[in-house]
């Protein structure tokens, strides 16, 4: 658990939590793992994924959601970019709908006063999507303007020679 109480797991494994994840084989043994959701005080509601023969002398194969997005994206298990475009969209429709909370759970919500926002003001879902878009602005000027560096190194002295 980090410092904000979140569970374990990369930063982009926390913004693909609650996506649908497909199940894998225990490393330990044949059984398919089991997604389960935790009760204990300690983590309420936290999605953790097992093999159904853990214990002691059992299977070790056990994550929390996070960590196990992780796994799944280190064996290429998963299409990261489809996910991430699917979250996007579901942002994208969220930033645009006034009054709706932007949460990307697959899950429906329970009632219409959970999507209501309490402040309008501030949105900080909206605001990673404009600064994720702002970042990739930025990343594309920076090449731009080294494929214009590239061609004045190679062929700026060529024009210099040809006007003297």
């Not at 497909?22 to 009760?39: A, E, F, H, I, W």
């Not at 799944?72 to 299409?79: A, G, S, T, V």
């Not at 697959?106 to 309008?120: F, G, R, S, V």
């Amino acid at each position: 658990m980090d410092s904000a109480g979140r569970p374990p797991g990369s930063v982009l494994a926390q913004r693909l939590c609650g996506s649908p994840m497909p199940l894998v084989q225990c490393d330990d043994c044949p059984r398919t793992v089991l997604r389960l959701t935790s009760g204990t005080p300690k983590h309420p509601g936290w999605v953790f994924f097992k093999c159904e023969n853990d214990g002691e002398d059992g299977c070790s194969f056990w994550f929390w959601e996070g960590e196990y997005i992780d796994l799944l994206i280190e064996r290429k298990l998963i299409d990261v970019r489809a996910l991430l475009s699917t979250i996007g969209g579901n942002e994208a429709h969220a930033c645009a709908t006034k009054g709706e909370a932007t949460s990307t759970s697959l899950e429906p919500k329970k009632n219409n006063e959970e999507c209501m926002i309490k402040n309008p003001q501030i949105n900080n879902e909206c605001m990673e999507k404009i600064l994720l878009q702002l970042v990739g602005a930025v990343m594309e000027v920076r090449n731009l303007l080294k494929c214009i560096l590239v061609v004045l190194v190679f062929f700026g002295p060529t024009f210099l020679a040809k006007i003297w």
